[in-house]
């Protein structure tokens, strides 16, 4: 699916959301602290949410402060689908999890989830949900282990190129991009499948979370920026239309 005719889809996906947010709610706020973006609008009720996921482990899953806010006005600004602009955080235990169709963790560090945190999170992906897993340098080992407990049953394959999470909305014919040097090793796309559908997706030796942040804070060229941009809006559109 491409551009042409995608908007009419993603307005059925976004009226359709609500339905998605109720499962597991009892009507609690998020442990985690919602970061506001200054002088926006409240969200319309049918504007598709993403959370930062606090994970466990001692990693720091707080890093980049301005890549979601960021992201969230690259989407916004498309106008292909309303979105809340507001960056919230989350724990894989919280009430509200199954109100955020799409989670993003990153950091430099370790992962952990306690067996009760695997299981839900299970739960959360075979029922619609998507984890984007960011590796801003030194996660490899720590993701690798957990996503092995996570689905011991599935491997953790590398993305072919010609998967639609390269193609569902910009064009990305060379797969993921390179946007921060680190080991110099070629931009690499993991994931996982259920039923047809990538439920987690694991970026390494790209970093695109430090391209969406602010220019002076890694000082990236505009294009690399906009590579960055554009890779975090084919994960989006592919959790809403997949």
């Not at 997706?201 to 960055?228: C, F, M, T």
Request: hydrophobic content about 35%; some cysteine; overall charge negative.
């Amino acid at each position: 699916m491409y551009k042409t005719g995608l908007l009419a889809f993603l307005v059925i996906v976004t009226i359709s959301a609500p339905i998605f947010a109720q499962q597991g709610i009892n009507g609690l706020v998020p442990q985690g602290t919602p970061v506001y973006i200054p002088g926006e609008k409240p969200p319309h009720p049918s504007a598709v949410t993403a959370a930062r996921l606090h994970y466990g482990g001692g990693g720091d899953w707080y890093w980049g402060n301005s890549a979601i806010p960021n992201l969230l006005r690259f989407v916004a600004q498309s106008g292909v689908v309303p979105i809340d602009s507001q960056e919230h955080v989350i724990q894989i235990m919280d009430d509200n999890l199954f109100r955020y169709p799409f989670l993003f963790a990153t950091g430099h560090g370790v992962m952990k989830f306690s067996n009760e945190e695997r299981e839900r999170l299970r739960t959360y992906l075979a029922h619609g949900g998507f984890l984007f897993i960011n590796d801003s340098y030194g996660m490899e080992k720590g993701v690798r282990k957990e996503i092995s407990r996570l689905f011991p049953e599935r491997e953790l394959v590398e993305l072919p190129f010609d998967h639609d999470v390269y193609h569902c909305y910009y064009d990305f014919p060379s797969g993921p991009p390179k946007i921060h040097e680190h080991d110099n090793l070629p931009a690499r796309g993991y994931g996982i499948t259920v039923d047809g559908r990538l439920v987690l997706y694991y970026l390494l030796e790209s970093d695109i979370g430090d391209g969406w942040e602010d220019p002076q804070v890694h000082n990236d060229p505009p294009e690399k920026r906009q590579e960055a941009l554009e890779m975090g809006m084919n994960l989006l559109v592919y959790a809403l239309t997949h």
